[in-house]
């Protein structure tokens, strides 16, 4: 883990990845209710969550990590749209936001690392704010590209270096890193793992990044 200083490099893997999950899970059941209230009212963040709405194809889509269901609601209407989070409490939280929404989708828990789901069976996969508090990224990216149809996309949000390394983006780094996320070569990950993409900064002063991709 990096604190607020301006070094452009990734951070380290957890040496305990179970251990390092766990604390994610509870901190996560501890807020829930708070996150979710966090995400509704904050511009900002309902402003990045939402970049990944025009990007969304076919007609079967899958939201990897979705907390308390925000975007979730922003689309899951016009698809067949299935969901998967680990923790039990956003679960339940989502389901009760969408409920009262009168929207549907097929929401489950479980961890994004073994998902549920079988080979090619997704257009879409969706991970907004989620995949630097992964323990093992590589081991992510892998079952997200397996549920993928050949072709089919994958649409990521989340936390890099700003490419001017600009001070305030590279303090916001920083700032991600000392909560304990995980800042990765995304663009790398995703390109070895068969993925082509398109990565473009969207807030944070650089330090937010979309990837679209396509499944080779």
Known sequence: ???????????????????????????????ARLYD?????????????????PYIQGQRVLEVS?????????YASRFETHGVDLNARMVA??????????????LKQGNVEQLPYADEYFDTVIDTMAFSGYPDGARAVSEIRRVLKP??????????YPTDRNW?????????????????????????????????????????????CQRR
């Open 151 to 160: 072709g089919g996309r994958l649409v990521l949000i989340d936390v890099n």
């Open 1 to 31: 883990m990096i604190g607020f200083g301006s070094r452009s490099v990734v951070s380290e893997g957890p040496a305990d990845p179970k251990g390092f999950q766990e604390s994610f899970d509870e901190f996560y059941t501890r807020t």
């Open 37 to 53: 209230l966090a995400v509704k009212v904050l511009p900002v963040w309902k402003t990045w969550l939402k970049q990944a709405l």
């Open 66 to 74: 979705f907390g308390t269901g925000y975007l979730l609601m922003q």
């Open 93 to 106: 939280v989502a389901r009760r936001n969408l409920e009262k929404s009168g929207i549907h989708a097929d």
């Open 168 to 212: 305030l983006g590279m303090r916001l780094i920083g700032f991600w890193q000392y909560l304990g996320d995980i800042v990765r070569d995304i663009g790398k990950l995703l390109e070895d793992r068969g993925f082509d993409c398109e990565d473009r900064e969207i807030g944070g002063f650089g330090s937010v990044h979309i990837y679209v």
